[in-house]
């Protein structure tokens, strides 16, 4: 990976084919078995993420080089644990499974107000599997906004092994034809979900501090927060244990605010996740220029 996002996610066609296989003959346990050797092969010679994460924990959490290093070795196993869980609920093996949701009753609030409600979140722990847990829990729709620069190959392998995601995607178009169908989802009563943290060059950013060092954010997830008539929370959901995962959402902003007021309540909540689950901050890039 480099030292900048460029809105794409890697994978090789022949791992997933690999995990699907297992999962689906072995079970989860094995899959979870196979990903140890698989993730020390990533940890000895994939050196970018390697050094993205380590200058991480080395100099923004300042962690010792030697629990730096165990801590990558970490992130990288639950990492691919995260993709393996995510497999597994597509193809429906997904029994063993528990969670604990913190706030819950913000989100049934936020349904109830008829309004559609606007999720931020980041790539840190899972929002797609834990999403998957609560799938008809409380709304039967939710509406993933990301940029649809996924390998084709990849996804249509998925589509045709396992139905594909269980969410409607909403693509970032240059056209904006995004913005119209986020205001849809909302008027449905619908929840929209965004990943707030990466930030694509090239793209309008906002520079925040974050965990005490310079860091730039996309703009866009914080105009979309603004500018609909629709209350904004902040999810995560991180994997707490072997099969289980712990959600959480804060009290929902329903006074109009500023983006740059809205990004400054991101990045303070974020800052408190990733010093609790630093293991699972899956951003494997130089995220301070």
Do not use: C
């Not at 297992?22 to 390697?50: D, E, H, M, W």
């Not at 649809?148 to 969410?167: H, P, Q, Y």
């Not at 849809?184 to 990943?195: Q, S």
């Amino acid at each position: 990976m480099d030292k900048k996002w460029d809105g794409k996610t890697r994978g090789s066609l022949a791992g997933y084919k690999i995990f699907l296989f297992f999962i689906n003959f072995f079970g989860l346990g094995f899959a979870y078995r196979l990903l140890q050797a698989v993730t020390y092969y990533y940890f000895l010679f994939a050196g970018k993420p390697r050094k993205a994460l380590l200058d991480f924990y080395q100099n923004t959490l300042h962690i010792p080089v030697n629990q730096a290093k165990k801590l990558v070795r970490k992130n990288f196993y639950i990492f691919g644990q995260t993709l393996v869980d995510r497999a597994a609920f597509l193809l429906g093996k997904n029994k063993q499974f528990t969670h604990q949701f913190e706030n819950e009753q913000y989100l049934i609030d936020i349904r109830d107000q008829g309004k559609g409600g606007i999720l931020l979140s980041a790539h840190l722990g899972n929002w797609e599997t834990a999403g998957n847990l609560l799938k008809g829990r409380i709304t039967p729709t939710i509406n993933i906004v990301m940029l649809d620069a996924e390998v084709e190959s990849i996804k249509k392998f998925m589509e045709l092994s396992t139905g594909g995601s269980r969410f409607k995607i909403i693509a970032i178009k240059d056209d904006l034809s995004h913005v119209i169908a986020i205001r849809n989802a909302l008027i449905a009563n619908e929840f929209v979900a965004v990943h707030a943290d990466r930030y694509l060059e090239g793209a309008k950013f906002i520079e925040l501090d974050f965990l005490g060092r310079k860091a730039k954010f996309p703009y866009g997830p914080f105009v979309i927060a603004s500018k609909f008539d629709a209350p904004v929370t902040f999810v995560f959901a991180a994997k707490n244990g072997k099969y289980s995962y712990h959600l959480s959402a804060t009290a929902p902003i329903v006074q109009k605010m500023k983006p740059e007021q809205i990004a400054q309540l991101y990045v303070t909540e974020l800052e408190n996740k990733v010093m609790q689950y630093p293991e699972q901050w899956f951003n494997y890039f130089n995220f301070f220029q």
